[in-house]
Nanobody, 127 residues
């Protein structure tokens, strides 16, 4: 069982930055691939970024590539999402997720890959 708690969301002006954190409980955090997803009002949950269990590979949605960076610290059981150059269209509830897999690639872009989800943190970007 893995419990995930996100933090770091808030209100920011367009062009600003935020760093989201996701703290995981459990002894086997390093065995999990981690992902960030987001859901805007009236829209489906969508992939944002993912990182393999070792942190060796990262993946991004085209809409955030070059602006967002995912990283993890296995010693702290934490995954991060650094978000720069934020745009109003980045406004959403952001969720972190853990998937028990050593796979990478497009597999990590799928919601169904992930076994555990956090409660979400709101990010609002004003224009």
């Amino acid at each position: 069982q893995v419990q995930l708690v996100e933090s770091g969301g808030g209100l920011v002006q367009a062009g600003g930055s935020l760093r989201l954190s996701c703290a995981a409980s459990g002894r086997t955090f390093s065995s999990y691939a981690m992902g960030w997803f987001r859901q805007a009002p009236g829209k489906e949950r969508e992939f944002v970024a993912a990182i393999t269990w070792s942190g060796g590979r990262t993946y991004y949605a085209d809409s955030v590539k070059g602006r967002f960076t995912i990283s993890r610290d296995n010693a702290k059981n934490t995954v991060y999402l650094q978000m720069n150059s934020l745009k109003p269209e980045d406004t959403a509830v952001y969720y972190c997720a853990a998937g028990y897999t050593y796979a990478g690639g497009s597999y990590l872009r799928q919601l169904s890959t992930y076994d555990y989800w956090g409660q979400g943190t709101q990010v609002t970007v004003s224009s």
